[in-house]
């Protein structure tokens, strides 16, 4: 009996180790992928600024700004 609980033991142990033990090329995958997810923001973000509505939102602020007087 105790045989058998030594090798699933060691079974469980050694599949653990394959599961978690290697992580190698982890860090790299994770920078890919948060690299294409800052460019897929910045391109939201640059289609929505370039926007005609949000251009001229910022065009009235502008003129509203230096036209005022005090």
């Not at 142990?13 to 599961?19: A, E, H, K, N």
């Not at 982890?26 to 939201?44: K, L, P, R």
């Not at 370039?50 to 005090?70: E, F, H, M, Q």
Request: no cysteine; glycine share 8%; proline share 1%.
């Amino acid at each position: 009996m105790r045989s058998t609980v030594r090798g699933a033991l060691r079974t469980l142990r050694f599949r653990l180790t394959l599961v978690w033990g290697d992580d190698a090329g982890m860090s790299t995958v994770e920078y890919a992928i948060g690299t294409i997810a800052a460019a897929a923001f910045g391109a939201v973000l640059y289609t929505v600024v370039t926007g005609d509505n949000i251009v001229s939102a910022l065009t009235k602020i502008i003129d509203r700004a230096l036209n005022a007087t005090p």
